[in-house]
C-alpha cells in the first residue's frame, strides 16, 4: 500500500485525502457527507467495512472498522477477555466489542492539529486498522465458532508463517 506523496494537491479536509487513496486502490467508496466516508476493502479473511470521519473541532480523523461477524450472547464474556489480551499487544488502535450489535469493531484516531495530514499518514492509518484485522480475524473466530478459550485462540494467531502451501 505504499504511495508517495507526489500527484496530491492541497486540501482542507483528510477525508478528501483518503477518498483519492481508495479510487488509487479500487477500493468501493461512498462519500456521506463532505466529513465522512465509507470504504469496502476485501482482505484475506473478509471485507472489512471502514468508516472515516473528519472531527474539525477536534482536528482529529477517526477510523472504525468492522467485519461482518456477530458474537452470540453466550460467547460474550470470552470475547471480552480475547479483546483484552489483544488490545495488550497493540502499538495503534484498540478493538471494542459493541454488545448491543454484537459487534467486533477496530477504532484509530489521528490528530492533526490544524494540518490536513499527507496522503503517507492517511495511508499508515488505514494499513493499521486493516492489519490488525487481518491478524486477529481467525482469533475472534476460533472462540465463537470453535468454542476455544480466549487464550488459546490468541497464542494460534500469534506465529508468522512464510511462504504458502
Known amino acids: ?19 483519492r487513496l481508495a479510487a488509487s486502490h479500487d477500493w468501493r467508496c461512498d462519500r456521506a457527507s463532505h466529513d465522512e466516508l465509507t470504504l469496502i476493502v ?10 472515516l470521519n473528519w472531527r474539525d473541532d477536534l482536528q482529529a480523523l477517526h477510523l472504525a472498522c468492522a467485519f461482518d461477524f456477530k458474537v452470540p450472547s453466550n460467547r460474550l464474556n470470552e470475547m471480552y477477555r480475547l479483546v483484552a489480551q489483544i488490545n495488550e499487544q497493540l502499538w495503534l ?5 459493541w454488545t448491543q450489535e ?3 469493531m477496530f477504532r484509530h484516531a489521528l490528530l492533526l492539529n490544524d494540518t490536513v495530514g499527507t ?5 499508515a492509518m488505514l494499513r493499521a486498522a486493516l492489519e490488525a484485522c487481518e491478524r ?30
Open 1 to 19: 500500500m505504499a504511495s508517495g506523496e507526489t500527484g496530491y494537491e492541497r486540501v482542507s479536509n483528510p477525508i478528501d485525502l483518503v477518498e
Open 42 to 51: 476485501a482482505g484475506a479473511w473478509a471485507d472489512y467495512h471502514v468508516s
Open 93 to 97: 488502535g484498540h478493538f471494542d466489542l
Open 102 to 104: 454484537g459487534l467486533i
Open 119 to 123: 496522503p503517507a499518514q492517511c495511508e
Open 136 to 165: 486477529y480475524y481467525q482469533a475472534f473466530q476460533f472462540v465463537v465458532w470453535a468454542g476455544k478459550e480466549s487464550r488459546e485462540a490468541l497464542v494460534s494467531t500469534m506465529f508468522d508463517t512464510e511462504g504458502q502451501a
